[in-house]
RNA sequence: GCGAAAGUGGCGGAACUGGCAGACGCGCCGGACUUAGGAUCCGGUAGCCGAAAGGCUAUGGGGGUUCGACUCCCCCCUUUCGCACCA
């Protein structure tokens, strides 16, 4: 027998592939797109097969929509900009460059060895001047519209990456990246102007019905839609006010203080107006050193001091003390609250602390009390009429309120994008010119990571001439944050080779939007969110016609080993090129995603990869004794035959194993099932054969023989539909075999095998019968049989006769196809 | 604390709209073939009682709805994830 030789199947295949260009695509009106997508890969050294399950379950897809007759765009590329590329060339004197196309060169390698069938001619990697051009050129655009501004902000400073961090990349107080705890500085910043789209991202949500849900939740709470007032309270003894925002205006009879960030820009006024300035600046300053994450979280303690100062509560008519506490946020809402003690747990705590008035306006009924002309009154509809006296005073109006804030995109380091902005001491801020785009990255060899941007450090790079007077400018220093290069990379992969555009809207709009995205749940909020943003940028701006860039996700679940996530430090990695040297590409494909469903995390097995191997020895050692018989031309289909008991029930398990695995693929993307439904149908096909003693012996003696065509034209049948179904599983086996069974052109050429549903009825059912809702019985009956039938044979039955001797039957439920139950009394 | 998801054999996991719980695989046990086998093929494998036929108990625990519940409802427990002073 032909043994089963991965390592030359797989390499012979892959040859293949590439020399056809199997998988390149253009765009064909004439036929169904699919746009299939794994979020692109970061190049950090080598893939892991926790890395590589996403690419295979994308794969799957990809395979299987190409054989449905779609035209399917399945590129790759590489998010090549940032940090680690930086420290490594710190660390080992390498250039950053160096370090990220050597890392790339071997991850592309290891993607090529499992037989990912991507459209390599698209691939691209961020730090081509050919791509971050695209980044400058919108960002310049985004300037122009001003949703890119310049502002000095206290901002997220890592100390260990020694760069500014978005609010997205704060995770747990820390750095998302190394968890150094973050801390505070003031710098001029860069931002991008997503809350400008803050309803809209919140409001798309709704129509991103197949997404997990969990990410949508995550995304809505990231926005953070409050609605409520904002309200103005008159300080006493000046001419201005203090405005706070508030979710419970129904509760401002029961407001007893007022409290402001140690922000708050009033706070230096109040300083210089006191008695003793220095000593209340030091009060302020020390909330403001206190550290922001437990400032944040509620770990440090409430604390707070009199200003002396009062606000007046327009309807109370009471003046009301101004206090600075530490737990009102600077960056939120007006970085100023009214104190109700008596309605809000935080209030509640700091008015019992320091002795301030608490006043119920709220009974339990949720009815106002002591709210004057309002009492009386259901708390939301003295919240609606509220809102109204306060505006018709001119004091207030009702207010929506965004916890999302604006991206902060400048980062202190050289690998990433240089920002295109010019200050000229005549012009100000000058965007650099789209036709001296792109700003290259000047090749240097020290990076100080010590927190001033590197490139600030060469001459020639920062000093040039303003394109508009001529006369001196300095170039911005900063570079962008990465995740503006992943952004929108899903776009330029439509047209990756434009050099006149980020790409052209004809074909962002044929492929777009991406019809499947997989990859982890981690970017939840940081890319998923940034990309709807920038989706909706390139609408605007007329580039696409696309709302939402991606219509279905998938967060696929990581793989652990020894119940930890694989990662290089903790040494539990399991490398692909061990277990393809070892088993093959296509067993530890199959293994992957037979092992669990997709969107879960599993626990790696050697002898769960080990069974996998085992199941396509068997699948190969079947379609190779049958080869002979069931290959080439001349078989009729069996369709028009008629066949004997074991050819129907074989028949049927294809039929039904076709209608199963279709279904269990697409769409519900049940990757393991689809994977079992196979398994059962060779297991079945093993018992066909080994029932008419008709497989060709180890030696290549016949035991017996096929000698009814119509059992050679159903084993044919059922053979080539399991070929067919695992081919985007194994692909690289699976091409072998439809080519032992003497087919050309492939297995997409081949097509998805189509179901019949006349192949899969069954002529007798069998149906199980209850008395009292526990199963008692079966009885065998015609499919076609009435339920009067059904319910005479199912109280006919023995077992049931047993049952219900000397009891009167008080019911009997067919439930047509599934099950008789009987009630007995 | 708030929110979400999930708890099924020794293990990974099935069960599509309330209808035979444990598909498929791993592991284990047995048989066949073998000089041998950690190869291959076949069979068994939730627990308890029983020689068997069969019966009883089982989907985290407790209630409920229903002829019928892993599935729906209520309470509780556990785990995981997310948010965490957002006024």
């Given at each position: 027998?032909?043994?089963y030789?991965p390592?030359?199947?797989?390499k012979?295949?892959?040859?293949?592939?590439?020399r056809?260009r199997?998988?390149?695509v253009?765009?064909?009106?004439?036929?169904?797109?699919?746009?299939?997508?794994e979020?692109?890969?970061?190049?950090?050294?080598?893939a892991?097969v926790?890395?590589?399950?996403?690419?295979?379950?994308g794969?799957?897809?990809?395979?299987l929509k190409r054989?449905r007759?779609?035209?399917?765009?399945?590129?790759?590329?590489?998010?090549?900009?940032?940090?680690p590329?930086?420290?490594a060339a710190?660390?080992h004197?390498?250039?950053?460059e160096?370090?990220?196309l050597e890392?790339?060169?071997?991850m592309?390698?290891q993607?090529?060895?499992?037989?990912?069938?991507?459209?390599?001619?698209?691939?691209?990697?961020?730090?081509?001047?050919?791509?971050?051009?695209?980044?400058?050129?919108?960002f310049?655009?985004?300037f122009?519209?001003?949703?890119?501004?310049?502002?000095r902000?206290?901002?997220?400073?890592c100390?260990s990456?020694?760069?500014?961090?978005a609010n997205?990349q704060v995770?747990?107080?820390?750095?998302?990246?190394?968890?150094?705890?973050?801390?505070?500085?003031?710098?001029?910043?860069?931002f991008l102007?997503i809350t400008?789209?803050?309803?809209?991202?919140?409001?798309g949500?709704?129509?991103?019905?197949?997404w997990p849900?969990?990410v949508?939740?995550?995304?809505?709470?990231?926005?953070?839609?409050?609605?409520?007032?904002?309200v103005?309270?008159?300080i006493?003894?000046?001419?201005d006010?203090?405005?706070?925002?508030?979710?419970?205006?129904d509760?401002?009879?029961?407001?007893?203080?007022m409290?402001?960030?140690?922000e708050?820009?009033?706070?230096?006024?109040?300083?210089?107006?006191?008695p003793d300035?220095?000593?209340?600046?030091?009060?302020?300053?020390?909330?403001r050193?206190q550290?922001?994450?437990?400032?944040?979280?509620?770990?440090?303690?409430?604390e707070?001091?009199?200003t002396?100062?009062?606000?007046?509560?327009?309807?109370?008519?009471?003046?009301?003390?101004?206090?600075?506490?530490n737990?009102?946020?600077?960056?939120?809402?007006?970085?100023?609250?009214?104190?109700?003690?008596?309605?809000?747990?935080?209030?509640?705590e700091?008015?019992?602390?320091?002795?301030?008035?608490?006043?119920?306006?709220?009974n339990?009924?949720?009815?106002?009390?002591?709210s004057?002309?309002?009492?009386?009154?259901?708390?939301a509809?003295g919240m609606?009429?509220?809102?109204?006296?306060?505006?018709?005073?001119?004091?207030?109006?009702?207010?929506?309120?965004?916890?999302?804030?604006?991206?902060?995109?400048?980062?202190?380091?050289?690998?990433?994008?240089?920002?295109?902005?010019?200050?000229?001491e005549?012009?100000g801020?000058?965007?650099?010119p789209?036709?001296?785009?792109?700003?290259?990255?000047?090749k240097?060899?020290?990076?100080?990571g010590?927190?001033?941007?590197p490139?600030?450090?060469?001459?020639?790079f920062?000093?040039?001439?303003?394109?508009?007077?001529?006369?001196p400018?300095?170039?911005?220093?900063?570079?962008?944050?990465t995740f503006?290069?992943?952004?929108?990379y899903?776009y330029?992969?439509c047209?990756?080779?434009?050099?006149?555009l980020?790409f052209?809207?004809?074909k962002?709009d044929?492929w777009g939007?991406?019809?499947?995205?997989?990859g982890?749940?981690?970017?939840?909020?940081?890319?998923?969110?940034?990309?709807?943003f920038?989706a909706?940028?390139?609408r605007d701006?007329?580039?696409?016609?696309?709302?939402?860039?991606?219509?279905?996700?998938?967060?696929?679940?990581?793989?652990?080993?020894?119940?930890?996530?694989?990662?290089?430090s903790?040494?539990?990695?399991?490398?692909?090129?061990?277990?393809?040297?070892?088993?093959?590409?296509?067993?530890?494909?199959?293994?992957v995603?037979?092992?669990a469903?997709?969107?879960?995390?599993v626990e790696?097995?050697?002898?769960?990869?080990?069974?996998?191997f085992?199941?396509?020895l068997?699948?190969?050692?079947?379609?190779?004794?049958?080869?002979?018989?069931?290959?080439g031309e001349?078989?009729?289909?069996?369709?028009?035959?008629t066949?004997?008991?074991?050819e129907?029930a074989?028949?049927?398990?294809?039929?039904?194993?076709?209608?199963?695995?279709?279904l269990?693929?697409?769409?519900?993307?049940?990757?393991?099932?689809?994977?079992?439904?196979?398994?059962?149908?060779?297991?079945?096909?093993?018992?066909?054969?080994?029932g008419?003693?008709?497989f060709?012996?180890?030696?290549?003696?016949?035991v017996?023989?096929?000698?009814?065509?119509?059992?050679?034209?159903?084993?044919?049948?059922?053979?080539?539909?399991?070929?067919?179904?695992?081919?985007?599983?194994?692909?690289?086996?699976?091409?072998?075999?439809w080519?032992?069974?003497?087919?050309?052109?492939g297995?997409?050429?081949?097509?998805?095998?189509?179901f019949?549903?006349?192949?899969?009825k069954a002529?007798?059912?069998?149906?199980p019968?209850q008395?009292?809702?526990?199963?008692?019985?079966?009885v065998?009956?015609?499919?076609?049989?009435?339920?009067?039938e059904?319910?005479?044979?199912?109280?006919?039955?023995p077992?049931?006769?047993?049952?219900?001797?000397?009891?009167?039957?008080?019911?009997?439920?067919?439930?047509?196809?599934?099950?008789v139950?009987?009630?007995?009394?």
């Amino acid at each position: 027998m032909a043994e089963y030789n991965p390592q030359t199947i797989e390499k012979k295949w892959q040859d293949t592939w590439t020399r056809t260009r199997a998988f390149e695509v253009t765009e064909d009106p004439s036929r169904p797109k699919f746009y299939c997508l794994e979020m692109f890969a970061y190049p950090s050294g080598h893939a892991h097969v926790g890395h590589v399950r996403n690419y295979m379950i994308g794969d799957v897809m990809a395979r299987l929509k190409r054989m449905r007759g779609f035209n399917v765009l399945h590129p790759f590329g590489w998010d090549a900009f940032g940090l680690p590329a930086e420290n490594a060339a710190i660390k080992h004197g390498t250039h950053p460059e160096t370090w990220t196309l050597e890392n790339i060169a071997h991850m592309k390698g290891q993607l090529q060895r499992l037989g990912i069938s991507y459209a390599w001619e698209r691939e691209f990697a961020t730090c081509e001047p050919e791509y971050y051009r695209w980044n400058q050129w919108l960002f310049t655009r985004m300037f122009e519209k001003g949703l890119a501004y310049k502002r000095r902000s206290t901002v997220n400073w890592c100390e260990s990456c020694q760069t500014v961090l978005a609010n997205e990349q704060v995770v747990d107080g820390g750095c998302w990246r190394c968890g150094t705890p973050v801390t505070q500085r003031d710098l001029e910043q860069w931002f991008l102007r997503i809350t400008e789209y803050a309803d809209e991202l919140l409001k798309g949500t709704d129509a991103l019905g197949t997404w997990p849900e969990k990410v949508l939740t995550m995304q809505r709470n990231w926005i953070g839609r409050s609605e409520g007032a904002r309200v103005k309270f008159p300080i006493a003894g000046a001419d201005d006010q203090i405005e706070v925002f508030t979710t419970r205006i129904d509760t401002i009879y029961g407001a007893t203080f007022m409290t402001l960030a140690p922000e708050h820009p009033l706070v230096e006024r109040f300083a210089a107006e006191s008695p003793d300035p220095a000593a209340f600046r030091a009060k302020a300053q020390k909330f403001r050193s206190q550290d922001r994450t437990g400032r944040m979280t509620g770990d440090v303690e409430k604390e707070g001091f009199d200003t002396g100062r009062r606000v007046i509560n327009s309807f109370t008519n009471e003046e009301i003390p101004i206090w600075v506490a530490n737990f009102v946020l600077g960056e939120y809402g007006t970085g100023a609250v009214m104190g109700v003690p008596a309605h809000d747990e935080r209030d509640r705590e700091f008015a019992t602390k320091y002795g301030l008035p608490i006043r119920v306006v709220v009974n339990d009924a949720d009815v106002l009390v002591e709210s004057g002309e309002f009492s009386g009154l259901p708390a939301a509809e003295g919240m609606a009429r509220i809102t109204a006296a306060a505006e018709s005073r001119g004091i207030g109006q009702g207010a929506v309120q965004y916890r999302l804030k604006d991206w902060g995109i400048s980062r202190q380091r050289y690998w990433g994008t240089p920002i295109p902005i010019l200050y000229c001491e005549k012009d100000g801020m000058v965007p650099v010119p789209d036709d001296q785009l792109p700003v290259t990255l000047p090749k240097m060899d020290v990076f100080s990571g010590r927190g001033d941007s590197p490139l600030a450090s060469v001459a020639k790079f920062v000093n040039v001439k303003c394109p508009r007077c001529g006369g001196p400018a300095k170039r911005e220093t900063d570079t962008m944050d990465t995740f503006v290069d992943s952004s929108w990379y899903f776009y330029r992969f439509c047209d990756p080779h434009n050099d006149r555009l980020p790409f052209d809207r004809a074909k962002v709009d044929y492929w777009g939007p991406v019809d499947f995205y997989s990859g982890g749940v981690e970017h939840a909020i940081l890319h998923l969110i940034y990309s709807r943003f920038f989706a909706k940028i390139f609408r605007d701006l007329g580039l696409s016609g696309h709302d939402e860039p991606f219509a279905r996700l998938l967060t696929q679940g990581m793989v652990l080993k020894g119940g930890a996530v694989m990662s290089k430090s903790r040494g539990n990695v399991v490398d692909p090129d061990d277990m393809i040297e070892k088993y093959g590409a296509d067993a530890l494909r199959l293994y992957v995603m037979f092992v669990a469903p997709p969107e879960k995390e599993v626990e790696w097995s050697d002898a769960g990869l080990d069974g996998s191997f085992r199941f396509l020895l068997r699948v190969w050692r079947l379609v190779w004794r049958l080869a002979e018989t069931i290959g080439g031309e001349g078989i009729p289909a069996p369709g028009t035959l008629t066949l004997n008991d074991a050819e129907r029930a074989l028949r049927r398990k294809t039929h039904e194993t076709i209608r199963r695995v279709t279904l269990d693929l697409d769409p519900r993307v049940h990757l393991n099932t689809a994977v079992s439904g196979l398994m059962e149908l060779v297991n079945e096909l093993y018992t066909f054969c080994q029932g008419i003693r008709c497989f060709r012996g180890e030696d290549n003696d016949d035991v017996g023989a096929m000698d009814r065509i119509e059992t050679i034209a159903v084993a044919k049948e059922a053979v080539e539909a399991l070929v067919l179904m695992l081919s985007p599983f194994a692909p690289h086996m699976m091409e072998e075999l439809w080519e032992m069974l003497d087919h050309s052109g492939g297995v997409v050429a081949a097509g998805w095998p189509a179901f019949d549903p006349e192949a899969a009825k069954a002529d007798e059912v069998v149906i199980p019968v209850q008395v009292n809702g526990k199963l008692r019985g079966r009885v065998t009956l015609p499919a076609a049989a009435t339920e009067a039938e059904i319910e005479k044979a199912a109280l006919a039955e023995p077992q049931v006769q047993a049952h219900t001797a000397g009891k009167t039957v008080v019911k009997v439920i067919v439930a047509k196809g599934k099950l008789v139950s009987v009630v007995v009394k």
